[in-house]
């Protein structure tokens, strides 16, 4: 594999809100800007297949990025890291980044919790649905129904039913007291109380219950899922048929990156520790959006354009945005508050449920491991190609284990002759 | 609105629109991206090239992540 | 009254077969681990049995304990697969060196196949073209060795009433026991060191020279695929030499990934990934094995194996500290000679004559090759 090499003023690593917004605002005054991504089309998670406003606003930002001559690798990943630089792999090769400053704009993962038979064709996370439905998926005539914690449950519902989905359910496994706490506190963020009743207005016919819970998912003949089974805190279960189960328990960060290259993180392990800045304890390294805080789109936008101006030399232009920014990292924490997943709350296992997708490993093969590393070294969880993303999350929240404290190369899975091209990360007698 | 192609997937010719995630097309299809360790059909699942559930095999390379990769004329994709 | 019989500082691979030879000639064991039993250097490695011929002491200890490691053969969570391993020559000099070690392993009794260049293709379709020849070791294979460990302590515990201490750190040895870091003090008639990189902590005066390696593993690869375990001949030369160093040697996994190693730094104890090195030993890699190019790897990390400066491990009692015994620097091959190792040691333990001469793995030589220094 070919590893070319490219040199930049600014390398941002996401091309969501937050990584557009810093390289508009780092290119605008003048730096060379990189900006990579995973997936083929810029937005990351939010954008496109959404309200016609982020289409718009996207659209408008990428021409104007192209304009300024300003770099999208697209459908490329990083894998590893050292100081000013990076090694990424793509379909069509490797690339050596050599930049000044570094801004990490990498966005959000879902926390997916286990249940019974959440292994089964057909089952979905449901940020994962609204990328499939954003890539053009159609859903005409089939019956959906989602569920777990979050607002990215309403919003992948109303991706689904523009797609022509019937949505059943939208079940919410946290207690309505708390939901109505939140939706209390939403008239401080008018933005966002806006888009709430804009989202449940969209979603009136759907039926949007608080308090229930994950419990059982099933399969048809086919082996597809046919049937979910939802519990209340009194153990009283409903039954819905469908035919996609979307599933999702709320946001994490995407750390590895950052704690590669040794950014500090967090004590509650909500995101990178930034200054109001989006500084790092990195000198020269950035963090802006979800990676900063679970926050959304609005966030991820003004801590984008705060850290792209930062990075750019212009600190005393961000005067303006610091008091917006703290507003949305205020909504951030009231976001966590009210969905953090707790873990009477959350779906119950049973010994047979698969924890550990990747390598088959089911709850009751962890009974006597004490710790995450235990469980690693004596029982294969975690261990396969996801390398615990999926289940540490789960078992951070189950066993109150420290899942996520691994920094690691390669970043992703990657092909070995993409990781021969390590040796460009020191600088001097690269071959 | 795009264009439909036709892809492979276990030999079997399917039309899909172009573009569209080999991974939706996957769950649009009903079709299984790849059989456990413990010997369990999976789907695409997180949708974002983390879970590794959507690992197909597209013309010769192994381990590819379908909801990373758009659907083109003329793919090959193996599940097994 | 002592806290035991014997005090076995460390719960490897080597001091939980220590602790558990020991337990069940009724001794009464207490196993001190700062981590998780099968943790630490013995969670690195490869897993690997291998008879390693350089030397004829190590090599009658490997074959003594390769024979013990065949209880383990039905063992599922020993993972024990039976591999082999095959050693293979790029030309005519290492050809030479091949003819060597069949020598070697013949006249300690050790059965090899010799594979002509084409023989290697047909055996291991997925290495380069045009090696020119191979010695197939069939009855080396590959375990994992943080199960095994931590199932040998818990046999220790529940069937012979073995305790363990975790964590625990030692501080010091004492004449007859151990200091800990909390204060705390625990006695018995023998301790015995077998911690690995540590050991050298608690005995300075014992010459140790760590050797860091990598390993990555990939992920389930169809497309690349090995029956064997495949070392370069010229492993030897990086085992033994001076600098930083890397040859091939990749391992089939019972679970479809391949294990690929193998690289030393002599001198670095550090657990830091080195670009630099993972990127040799990856090329290295793949230029024997061009199949392995689009093998996607999972993970790299990092592993010290303690060495002794002649090569052979310690193996016994410690003169300068009345009721200390070692058991270590076995460098790479740690889990191939902890059963062979824990059987010499615990003989001696017992005053009972060994089953193989011992003398060569006397720790008192180090006092020995301290003065020649």
């Known amino acids: 594999m070919s590893c070319s090499h490219l040199e930049t003023d600014i390398a941002v690593i996401g091309a969501g809100p937050a990584g557009i917004a810093a390289a508009l605002a780092a290119s605008e005054r003048g730096a060379r800007v990189a900006m990579i991504d995973m997936m083929d089309e810029a937005g990351g998670r939010v954008w496109a297949g959404g309200p016609a406003h982020g289409g718009t606003r996207r659209a408008h930002a990428m021409a104007t990025l192209e304009g300024r001559g300003v770099l999208h690798l697209r459908g490329v990943r990083a894998i590893a890291g050292a100081p000013q630089r990076l090694l990424l792999e793509g379909a069509a090769g490797a690339h050596l980044v050599q930049h000044g400053r570094l801004i990490l704009a990498t966005g959000a993962r879902e926390l997916q919790l286990p249940f019974p038979g959440w292994t089964l064709p057909g089952v979905v996370a449901a940020g994962g649905l609204q990328l499939m439905l954003k890539s053009g998926l159609r859903l005409e005539g089939r019956r959906v129904v989602v569920a777990g914690t979050g607002p990215l449950l309403l919003a992948a519902a109303n991706t689904a039913r523009q797609a022509g989905a019937r949505v059943d359910c939208i079940a919410e496994q946290a207690p309505r007291e708390r939901l109505l706490h939140f939706a209390l506190q939403l008239p401080r963020f008018p933005d966002r109380l806006l888009q709430a009743v804009q989202l449940r207005a969209a979603l009136l016919r759907t039926p949007y219950r608080a308090g229930l819970r994950l419990q059982q998912a099933e399969a048809g003949e086919g082996g597809w899922v046919c049937r979910v089974t939802l519990a209340d805190a009194q153990g009283r279960t409903q039954h819905h048929d469908c035919d996609l189960l979307a599933i999702g328990h709320s946001l994490l960060p995407e750390l590895q990156l950052a704690a590669l290259l040794g950014c500090r993180l967090r004590d509650d392990g909500q995101g990178v520790t930034t200054d109001a800045f989006g500084a790092t304890s990195v000198p020269g390294l950035y963090a802006a959006g979800e990676a900063a805080g679970v926050g959304g789109q609005r966030k991820a936008w003004i801590e984008g354009r705060i850290a792209g101006l930062a990075a750019a030399g212009r600190l005393d232009e961000t005067e303006a945005l610091l008091p917006q920014a703290d507003k949305e990292r205020r909504y951030a924490a009231l976001l ?59 078992l951070a929240l189950h066993r109150g284990w420290r899942t996520g404290a691994d920094t690691r190369i390669p970043i992703v899975p990657t092909r070995l002759d993409t990781f021969i091209h390590l040796a460009q990360l020191t600088p001097g007698d690269s071959p | 609105m795009s264009a439909m192609i036709t892809l492979h997937i276990d030999g079997t010719p399917y039309r899909v629109p172009e573009g569209q995630s080999l991974a939706a097309a996957l769950i649009a299809l009903q079709l299984p991206s790849r059989v456990s360790v413990g010997g369990t059909p999976r789907t695409p699942f997180c949708g974002m090239g983390v879970c590794g559930e959507c690992r197909v095999t597209v013309g010769d390379e192994p381990g590819v992540l379908a909801c990373l990769t758009a659907c083109r004329h003329g793919l090959s994709v193996r599940t097994r | 009254m002592a806290s035991a019989d014997v005090i076995v500082i460390g719960a490897g691979i080597v001091g939980a077969a220590i602790a558990a030879a020991a337990a069940r000639e009724g001794l009464r064991v207490l196993v001190l681990s700062d981590g998780l039993p099968g943790d630490g250097v013995t969670a690195a490695g490869m897993g690997h049995l291998v008879v390693l011929d350089d030397d004829p002491a190590e090599l009658a200890l490997c074959k003594l304990s390769m024979a013990l490691w065949r209880a383990f053969e039905h063992q599922p969570r020993a993972q024990y697969h039976r591999c082999g391993t095959l050693w293979i020559a790029r030309d005519d000099a290492e050809r030479e060196l091949l003819r060597h070690k069949q020598a070697r392993l013949a006249s300690a009794g050790i059965g090899t196949q010799w594979l002509s260049g084409s023989e290697v293709e047909s055996a291991e379709p997925a290495l380069r073209l045009g090696l020119a020849a191979g010695l197939c070791v069939g009855s080396d294979a590959a375990v994992y060795a943080p199960a095994v460990a931590a199932d040998l302590v818990a046999q220790a515990c529940e069937q012979h009433g073995a305790r363990l201490l975790m964590p625990c750190r030692v501080r010091a040895l004492r004449p007859g026991g151990v200091l800990l870091d909390d204060g705390g003090t625990l006695d018995a008639g023998a301790v015995v060191v077998a911690a690995g990189p540590q050991t050298g902590q608690l005995i300075p005066q014992l010459p140790l020279i760590p050797r860091k390696g990598h390993l990555v593993i990939t992920d389930r690869a169809p497309q690349a695929r090995l029956s064997h375990q495949v070392v370069e001949v010229g492993y030897g030369a990086s085992a033994h030499g001076g600098g930083d160093s890397v040859a091939f040697n990749v391992q089939p996994r019972p679970t479809g990934q391949l294990l690929i190693g193998s690289c030393r730094q002599p001198g670095r104890a550090d657990a830091a990934l080195d670009p630099q ?82 003398a060569p793995f006397d720790p008192a030589r180090a006092v020995r090759m301290a003065a020649a220094a």
């Open chain 1, 336 to 394: 966590q508050q009210a969905f953090a997943p707790r873990r009477e709350e959350s779906p119950a296992l049973t010994p047979e449920t698969i924890v550990c997708r990747c390598e088959d490993v089911p709850l009751w093969q962890l009974a006597d491991c004490a710790s995450w590393r235990e469980a690693r070294l004596q029982q294969r969880c975690g261990m396969g190609h996801c390398q615990g993303r999926l289940c540490g999350g789960a």
């Open chain 3, 277 to 358: 090195m993972l990127a040799r030993m990856c090329s290295r890699a793949m230029d024997f094995m061009p199949a392995l190019a689009s093998a996607r790897l999972l993970r790299a990390w990092t592993g010290v194996r303690p060495g002794a400066p002649d090569g052979r491990p310690y193996i016994g009692r410690w003169p300068a500290l009345s009721g200390t015994w070692v058991a270590a620097g076995h460098e790479g091959i740690g889990v191939t000679t902890a059963l062979g190792t824990a059987r010499l040691l615990v003989d001696q333990l017992l005053g009972r004559p060994t089953v193989m001469d011992a």
